[in-house]
């Protein structure tokens, strides 16, 4: 604390001080006559001039610009020029009763002159004849002060009452009376009477601070003359013995017995205060106009100077103007809690209006409030956080108010309690106890984590109640800068908590928001992985035009700049709904608001757009669904409800309730406070008549039931509609899974009212009404109810369409896999479907693949040595063979003999492959591996002319078509004798051990492959499969590789090729029934030709006719 | 049982208790809980601050741990029941209460007292309703007639109180009456 100038002026007794207009000089009077004129550059040891003209004690002084006045208690003021001690003359004479106070209005003309007559003289300074009496006390008047304006003079005096009197009139009037708020003190010789008592103008002049006879300052609003807050701390005590305000309208000094205090404004709240000397009452208290400065004059005599009053962490109490003091701005509406009546804001307007005729200056005071308004609004905005409408920002102009910011669900302080927070997890709810607050948490959900409470020394403004942890923030004060306060949920012994210091002075917490990831386990359990995931996300608006992101342990991430006025945010398990202000408000009152959804984790902006509030409307609430998604509550009494939010760039605001048009609000006057919106329901408090926030005790929360506010009166469209709504966005929150249980009955029960629907249109005869509603149906099996329906009502044509439609919806994709195609697509814009596939088959083989689709070169086959001999003229390559992603597929095969047939490298083949086949091979069969490559080259040609019949060859291998069949009549007889011809051999790594002997075998064997369900599961059929349904290629080369173990008959390995087979057939199996070869047998004659190309095979036609058009057949499906 | 003679024929109270302890009831949860089967069905699930609907006995169950707050019934409140006092007063029927009004209003006292607006005004207002609707069902007892007896909006309870002695009164006038028909 700075020094203090002291220096004895005058006897002890009742003393009086003021300061001149430029702060240059201090005029002092006391009982011992005599008038100081003090420099107030000079020391302590300064020998000030002196005015001695008095003949009793100095009562007043008063400064105006070019002269200053003393009044005494003879009764006579007397006028000097400025700074000297030269007398000009008496401005009045009060005829033998003391005078008590002068005052000069702003404008330095006219000086208000109190007596302890009754009555209060106005006295023109410049013509001294022109004397305004105003009567209206019924006893001596104390004080006088003048509005900045000079429009209003408001007295005080002895009979307890304050007069305001209104002097832009020729003859002044009484505005009003104020009684009960100075004490009545009819003895003028006692120490109260010498208390300051009047009422100083707030330099905004919407308000005056007054020290009450209760020893508080108290505020009297402007706009209703009445008291709207007191300043008290619990280091004030005793009566307030005087009063002054900083030029700036800032702080307020008071003085206590010998102790000054300085407040501000803004806050209501002790910045700084001096012991002064002890044993003395202050009784004058000035504010240096031109620096940080506080002088007074003491019962003692003494006259003290104290200079740097204001901690350095605060504003200056001179300086005004944004452009000189752009980190300090000075709100120019105090608090918001001093303007309790909403009327305040929007009077403005009309007071200005009112009093512009009458006196300009009135204007030029409030104008310059206005442009400090703007950026004191920036500042201090959140000061207001709480009240939504009543405590506009100021704007440079000023037709619209702009919404300041809040957090949501909180309230202002009433009654020593406020509400930091209240949402569906819990309430953060404050009681001031003066010297400190005490913050309680509760939680609705009392398993999952335990309330708590705790002693606040910083007085936090601002809360939010996250999912993983409650943040605070307070403002700056004296002791310590602006900061941040992060408690996690979880282990309570303070061990995560973490604090935040916005260091910058001036800098101010906006707004404060924690999300993180709903727990699905309770904090109350210690268990050590408790915090496995993590604290979640803190993110902090800052009057630094800034979003600043924190990890939940507080970390720093990113300070991210915010190019527009923060208005509030709320935070999801994953990102951070922000709204904000991009300009200014409009002109036709709409408050302009947009919002971001921003991502935690990387900072990308999922969602920008407007919010949808209508003009003249203020935000109310912002939150989130139990769904999760952003919703807001405006002053019209909208709901909305943001949907698609979650894929980029696609949302938009559904409206899906109107408070207006609820049932019970029919004849009541009560509004709602939201606190959380569940799917059906609007979580909210209700509050009766004109509240604007809960009091205490906190109402129950009620839940209001959503309806749509469609236009036409169908309750049962609007129900399906709802859901349809809360069904999408349960889709959207899905990620791979197709759909859920709750979906599935969900949708059912639309379904339900859908039916209900429809029939309602049938009934109506609307055949186009119900086609549409039978469209919105889920299921399709409800489509036979519906068509029964049609039925029913003898609708023949609207069952028939129902047939198409059901049909139609048979046929096409599932839906549920269309929707989660879409949602691949919106939110993984990169990797289109068919990569993703090839992807997982390439790390599924192990090997990086070429595009299988592109490759339409002949597939590359090794040809065993023995199954060359015999099958290497006649083996074919259809294209599609060629194509087919053999070498997938194969290595997989346990039979290597196959797989070397088809898959050995060729000089077509990509080199990975061949490669990779190669080592195969070498793995399994060395002899075998080495001989295939030479082969090949014959190979491919010899297929290549048999395309057509790439499959018989398989077949033609067979002897006996006959036994074939019978064979692929019974699964189980083949698998037998496949497990007996292979015994050992189904071992993959003996396929050769086999002779092709064992030919007819092997012909059964790939004719039973098609009719059967694979005997030797192994991973290679479901691959396959999946294969297969994308590409056409894949068959073929199974036909290919059929055709390749016909060849290789030799090898006669059952089992393996039973596997092979499978593979290929999978799809077909069903369609292989004794009776569809049966059928297939006759067609197969024409085909014989190109099998006979086969010498091998030359009786096996009709088998392998059949094998072909089953191919065919699969090839088409798959196409 | 060691019960009177008039008991024994009839209900005892807390059975009646226990039988309107399976009517359903709003409450406040302050725990979360997924939904449970029981043997009378399933519940939940349980989501503070979502108001669910369990059945009383388990809303008193949790109440008694303190996990829950009740939302009293509709009921249940001193401007309806003052309403239906003023009716039971003025006029000669049986108010409009529910059937078993008497159980679940003396439980929910008895549990949950904090949770109901001005408990001791309808502690006393339960008991003023009692006794004007005793006072009636005495003065039915003139209009006993052998056959029927019709008393609309008669609680439960009321019906285990008046039932050993009408159903015994009734018998006996069916005797009666039936003696001289016979003869």
Redesign the interface.
């Given at each position: 604390m700075s020094k203090l100038i002291s220096s004895q002026a005058h006897d002890s007794g009742i003393t009086c001080l003021v300061l001149s207009k430029d702060g240059s000089h201090a005029y002092t009077g006391g009982e011992d006559c005599i008038v100081r004129i003090w420099k107030m550059d000079e020391g302590p040891d300064y020998e000030p001039a002196t005015a001695s003209e008095a003949d009793q004690a100095i009562t007043a002084v008063a400064a105006a610009d070019y002269c200053w006045l003393s009044g005494s208690e003879d009764a006579v003021v007397r006028q000097y020029v400025k700074d000297t001690s030269e007398l000009t003359g008496h401005v009045w004479d009060a005829s033998g009763v003391a005078v008590r106070s002068l005052a000069i209005d702003p404008t330095g003309k006219m000086v208000a002159i109190t007596s302890d007559t009754f009555d209060v003289k106005v006295v023109h300074l410049e013509d001294i004849t022109i004397v305004s009496q105003l009567k209206g006390h019924v006893g001596s008047v104390r004080r006088a002060t003048w509005h900045p304006s000079s429009s209003l003079l408001t007295t005080s005096g002895s009979d307890g009452k304050i007069i305001i009197w209104k002097m832009s009139t020729l003859q002044p009037e009484i505005e009003t009376i104020i009684e009960g708020i100075i004490p009545a003190i009819g003895d003028t010789s006692s120490h109260e009477y010498a208390h300051d008592c009047s009422a100083v103008w707030h330099t905004s002049g919407q308000y005056f601070y007054v020290a009450s006879r209760a020893h508080e300052i108290v505020t009297v609003s402007r706009s209703d003359w009445t008291k709207t807050s007191t300043f008290s701390d619990k280091e004030v005590s005793g009566a307030i013995t005087a009063l002054a305000i900083s030029v700036n309208g800032v702080y307020l000094a008071s003085a206590s017995k010998s102790t000054v205090h300085v407040w501000s404004t803004q806050t209501r709240r002790l910045i700084a205060s001096h012991p002064g000397t002890p044993g003395a009452t202050i009784t004058h208290l000035a504010f240096s106009p031109r620096e940080d400065l506080i002088a007074w004059t003491d019962s003692k005599g003494g006259f003290n100077r104290w200079p740097k009053a204001i901690p350095d962490n605060f504003p200056d109490p001179v300086k005004r103007s944004v452009a000189t003091n752009a980190a300090a701005t000075i709100p120019a509406r105090p608090k918001t809690n001093l303007f309790d009546d909403i009327a305040e804001a929007t009077t403005i307007n009309a007071l200005r209006d009112d009093n512009a005729e009458l006196d300009p200056g009135f204007d030029d005071v409030d104008d310059d409030w206005i442009i400090d308004d703007l950026g004191g609004g920036l500042q201090d905005a959140s000061e207001g956080a709480g009240k939504k409408q009543d405590a506009y920002v100021k704007e440079m102009v000023s037709i619209t108010k702009a919404q300041p910011p809040f957090q949501p669900a909180s309230t202002p302080m009433d009654r020593k309690k406020r509400l930091l927070a209240y949402n569906?997890i819990g309430v953060i709810e404050v009681t001031d106890q003066d010297t400190h607050h005490i913050v309680n948490v509760e939680?609705?959900?009392?398993?999952?984590r335990q309330g708590y409470n705790f002693t606040d020394h910083f007085r936090y403004h601002l809360g939010y109640l996250g999912e993983r942890g409650a943040v605070f923030a307070c403002p700056a004060e004296e002791a310590h800068p602006a900061q941040v306060l992060y408690k996690p949920y979880g282990g309570w012994n303070k061990q995560g908590d973490w604090t935040y210091v916005l260091k910058r002075p001036g800098s101010s917490v906006l707004g404060v928001a924690a999300g993180g990831l709903r727990s699905s386990r309770s904090f109350r359990q210690k268990d050590d992985d408790s915090d496995l995931h993590g604290y979640g996300n803190v993110v902090i608006a800052t009057s630094e035009s800034d979003l600043t992101f924190l990890s939940g342990t507080g970390r720093e991430r990113r300070i991210m700049g915010l190019g527009a006025d923060f208005v509030s945010m709320a935070a999801g398990p994953e990102w951070v709904f922000v709204v904000h202000r991009a300009g200014s408000t409009t002109i036709d009152g709409s408050q302009n608001l947009s919002y971001s959804v921003i991502n935690f984790e990387d900072f990308s902006v999922k969602q920008r757009d407007v919010l949808p509030i209508p003009k003249g409307h203020v935000l109310k609430w912002i939150g989130l669904t139990d769904q999760g998604a952003p919703a807001i509550y405006d002053s019209a009494g909208w709901v909305h409800i943001l949907t698609k939010f979650r894929i980029p760039h696609h949302a938009s605001w559904a409206r899906v309730m109107d408070t207006n048009l609820l049932e019970r609000r029919k004849g009541k006057d009560e509004s709602y406070w939201p606190?959380?919106i569940?799917e059906s329901?609007l979580?909210c408090l209700i509050l009766k008549g004109r509240q604007e926030y809960p009091g205490s005790p906190r109402p129950?929360?009620q839940?209001l039931p959503m309806h749509i506010p469609f236009r036409l009166e169908e309750p049962k469209g609007e129900l399906v509609e709802r859901e349809l709504l809360h069904i999408s966005t349960a889709l959207d929150s899905l990620e791979d899974e197709l759909t859920t249980d709750a979906i599935v009955s969900r949708e059912r029960a639309v379904d339900r009212e859908l039916m209900l629907l429809i029939q309602a249109a049938c009934k109506a005869d609307n055949v186009p009404r119900a086609i549409e509603l039978a469209k919105l149906l889920h299921q399709t099996e409800t489509f036979g109810a519906a068509i029964k329906l049609a039925d029913f009502y003898h609708l023949v044509g609207l069952a028939e369409k129902l047939r198409i439609l059901q049909a139609e919806r048979e046929e096409t994709d599932d839906r549920l896999i269309a929707a989660r195609n879409k949602r691949r697509r919106w939110l993984k814009p990169d990797p289109p479907l068919r990569e993703v596939v090839q992807l997982s088959k390439s790390t599924a083989n192990g090997s990086s693949r070429v595009d299988l689709l592109g490759d339409v070169r002949p597939p590359p086959t090794i040809e065993r040595p023995r199954l060359a001999r015999v099958t290497a003229p006649v083996i074919e390559t259809t294209r599609y063979s060629s194509v087919a992603p053999a070498p997938v597929l194969l290595p997989r095969d346990p039979t290597p003999s196959l797989d070397a047939a088809v898959d050995s490298p060729s000089p077509s083949f990509g080199p990975g492959d061949g490669k990779r086949k190669r080592t195969e091979a070498d793995d399994l069969d060395f002899s075998f591996a080495t001989p295939p490559p030479p082969r090949q080259k014959t190979n491919p040609f010899a297929r290549k002319p048999g395309q057509e019949s790439r499959n018989p060859f398989a077949r033609k291998s067979d002897g006996n078509n006959g036994r074939t069949i019978q064979k692929s009549e019974s699964f189980f007889d083949k698998v037998g004798a496949a497990e007996d011809d292979a015994g050992g051999q189904a071992h993959a790594k003996r396929p050769f051990a086999k002779p092709p002997g064992n030919q007819e075998k092997g012909v059964v064997r790939q004719t039973t492959l098609f009719g059967m369900p694979p005997p030797k599961p192994k991973p290679k059929p479901g691959k396959e499969k999946e294969i297969e349904r994308k590409t056409t290629t894949t068959k073929a080369k199974k036909g290919s590789g059929l055709n390749a173990s016909a060849s290789a008959a030799a090898s006669g390995e059952g089992a393996e090729e039973t596997q092979d087979s499978q593979a290929t057939d999978i799809v077909m199996s069903d369609a292989n029934t004794p009776a569809s070869v049966a059928e297939a047998e006759p067609e197969a004659v024409t085909q014989d030709a190109t099998e006979s190309q086969d010498p091998q095979v030359g009786d096996s036609s009709l088998i392998a006719n059949w094998e072909e058009t089953q191919l065919v057949e699969v090839e088409s499906q798959d196409l | 049982m060691a019960l009177p003679e008039s008991l024994r024929m009839s209900i005892t109270p807390p059975e009646l208790e226990l039988i309107s302890s399976q009517q359903l009831l709003e409450i406040v949860p302050l725990i979360s809980m997924e939904r449970t089967a029981f043997i009378s069905g399933a519940y939940g699930p349980l989501r503070p601050p979502n108001k669910a609907i369990v059945p009383i006995w388990m809303a008193v169950n949790l109440k008694s741990k303190k996990k829950c707050h009740i939302v009293a019934p509709a009921w249940l409140n001193v401007d309806f029941l003052q309403d239906r006092l003023n009716y039971e007063t003025s006029k000669p029927g049986f108010s409009d209460l529910p059937f078993r009004f008497m159980e679940i209003s003396k439980v929910l006292l008895d549990v949950a007292s904090d949770d109901l607006e001005d408990p001791d005004k309808l502690r006393s207002l339960l008991k003023d309703l009692r006794e004007a609707r005793q006072a009636k069902s005495r003065d039915g007892l003139k209009r006993l007639d052998h056959s029927e007896l019709s008393l609309p909006n008669l609680s439960s309870m009321e019906i285990n109180e008046i039932r050993p002695f009408f159903v015994q009164s009734m018998h006996m006038l069916t005797q009666l009456v039936r003696e001289p028909s016979a003869a």
């Open positions: 569906t939680f609705f959900d009392r398993s999952a606190v959380g569940t329901n979580l129950l929360i839940e | -």
